[in-house]
């Protein structure tokens, strides 16, 4: 394949808030592509989007709609993407899958362009998006890695709704609205759609994303352990995590502590990141500014600050590091991998 | 002094969140007044409020004010507490202050009842009231250090609004309306009062409460620091922080990973802490049951949740703790002291 040739592309999960954004993307990138199919459940298919000034009816989407597909992605639920993509490899499909289903397979590349773009070309039909929160960090974690070596990670998450879909979004609004107008909340949706309890999101902080694993940590919590090593290719590396949801519309904020092998300046750490690929440093206290979800939303970096080193422990850094769950978090790091898979790495 | 005297009481800043909440806790202890002595600025002297159905008039705060008072509990601004309180201490009256003016004093004790009960006798006068941050998640430390030795604490802080007065409140409030109106927000308030950068704390996440030190951490992530070292009489724990505020409007949440000095027993730790004063655990996960700000509003309890081993460390510990903040983190606290001092300890 090379840059000049024009792709068949599929995005699956074409109306949902990850789906809305890579198509969003996919044009303002002006990505080569000959023919857009977007696909969805039977319930969504027959709406149509404007796409560069032409009209694309959503199909619903099946095992033949990959036909002749060179590159799909995937944000459809782990469900849709276990059922379909299979059906998609064996048609030649370069898959792009959003959901947890294949990260954690050892025959799939868990891909952050940033930090290790040169597993793309080991893939057999998938690639796999990681975790939102994990993948944020991760580019902010590499850098110090290869110049300072990585101990440990600590890590607490001041995780958006929107991570929880367009429901929780509206949710939440709707929470807001009746504690404002001193009525009963009624919590219907989170923390987590499919379990029995619910609890209130406006005005709180919920220790609670995805269900809980039988080790007391949620598997957020564990996808953070487990997608952080993988990417970062280290399985010595400790780490633990913390995800909370709070009443954050789009961005995840992150208080990340690490533990690096050797000493470091802290000034060359803040260059360091600041020359890093795909990070914006904002840190600088005495104007009080510093990485704001509200500022992330819409933008496709991963912004680092507060940058400080533990007063205790010579090898230990303090870090804020937010970025807006749906693009870089999602959206935009599927389509930097699309990108990259068109190039061949 | 004995149980069966009455105690001639001053509340300093009587108009003030804490303060209402401190004479509202002095009426449901019982706490044993002859006079109870309301005091503020000259702005809102002449004020009338109504304590065990006597209307009692507050009047403007000066040193004479002191006259004949036992115990003084302020809670009006360090500037306020540097002002008066010597005025108060000279005429022989038990200071418990609320601000950070003597905390750090090496001649003052900084308590809380269920860690260090026994450093009140040690006053010349003054008490000081850690901050609410470190209050609560020194009451779950305590049991932990004693058990197990506790080497050093990484904590991220989930604060509610009100830690920074009703003005924050409103402010808050006044913010969400703004943007589900979809109307500017214009921030006014946060994250600190004099300082002049303002951001949105509606639908956001603001890593910086009280101002910056030169070391790049805030004044409230040192006093987490300074303090917890304090409280706990050991200066060799490491202490870490990152200190946010998030739109909640009453009660503080802390992620806190602790590294202990030995190994522990995960049940044990629970039992420990289930069983320690002042400590309320919430810990069942499969039934999606944790500690959250809005359960904890108007409990003088420290909730304590999530308690899981670190995977990499064996002697490491995730804790999620919750507490309101006007009450222990502040106004029970203060009145617990109080309690303390006119039993003699």
Known sequence: MSNQTLYNVAVVGATGAVGEQIIKLLDQRNFPIKELKLLSSARSAGKKVVFQGREITIEEAKPESFDGVNVALFSAGGDITKQLASHAIERGVVCIDNTSAYRMDPNTPLVVPEVNAEKIKEHKGMI????????????????????????????????????????????????????????????????????????????????QIDKFTDNGYTFEEMKMVNETKKILGDESIDVTATCVRIPVVYGHSESVYVELEQDFDLKEVTELLANSPGITVVDDPANQQYPLATDSAGKPDVFVGRLRRDLGHTRGLNMWIVSDNLLKGAAWNAVQIAEQVIKGV
Chains 1, 2 share one sequence.
Do not use: W
């Open 128 to 207: 796999a998006n990681p975790n939102c929160s994990t993948t944020q960090m991760v580019v902010a974690l590499k850098p110090l890695m290869d110049r300072y070596g990585l101990k440990r990670v600590i890590v607490s998450t001041y995780q958006a709704v929107s991570g929880a879909g367009a429901s929780a979004i509206t949710e939440m609004i709707r929470q807001t609205k009746a504690v404002l107008a001193d009525e009963p909340v009624n919590p219907d949706v989170l923390p987590v759609g499919g379990l029995p309890v619910k609890h209130q999101i406006a005005f709180n902080a919920i220790p």
